[in-house]
């Protein structure tokens, strides 16, 4: 009878504990194991049963949250239906979801992730502020988890942007550079219409101070300088 008892009371305790497990599988492995010791009878004398019968669908649940990985190719669709499975689920049921914060931060990455994928797809090469929007579109991709960058399925377009700002930025760079008082001032203009010469049309429409470039040249070329 004894251990009858013993039997009931840690078949009981099992049930409760499920509530604060941080694995729910097998903490729920191991309540139905108590109650495989117990008699039609004893089980009987279980009170809580009724939440181990909530936490069935609780289950399903949380092996979803435990099977997300960032290397899934559809990683923000699993993430999105075991977000919909949890929100399916009673307030009862939600409380052996012990994982949720998994859960949570993978829809953060997976929103996250889409926002990049959003911002780099909105980046215009014709827009004056095209440097600009590259630069907050990297800041973005950088700001990601490592393990998730890989989803952004259109980084070899803001690389492609990057490597193209950076170099419309360095014939700004050597334009903002040029002194007309400075003893290299020649030189610096030569520099710098070289360079600008060497863009592509769309590229040459993106370097912002080129007027001064051309008032630069305006001023060697009235000061008896040629080139």
Partial sequence: YEKGVKNVQAAIDAIDNLQYASNLVSAYDKATKALDKLTAEQRQMVPNMDKL?????????YKMIASLKPSNTNYAGTVQAAYSAYNMLSSTEKQYVTNFATLQEAKNNADSVQAVISKIASISPTSRNYAEQVAEALAMYNSLPSAVRKLVTNYDALKSSQKEADTVDKVRQLISEINPNASNFEAKLKAAR??????????????????????????????????
């Fill in 53 to 61: 019968r909530s936490v069935g669908p609780a289950i399903d649940v």
């Fill in 194 to 227: 070289s360079a600008y010469d060497k863009l592509t049309t769309p590229q040459k429409r993106l370097v912002s101070n080129y007027y001064l470039l051309e008032d630069y040249e305006s001023q060697s070329n009235n000061s008896g300088f040629f080139f």
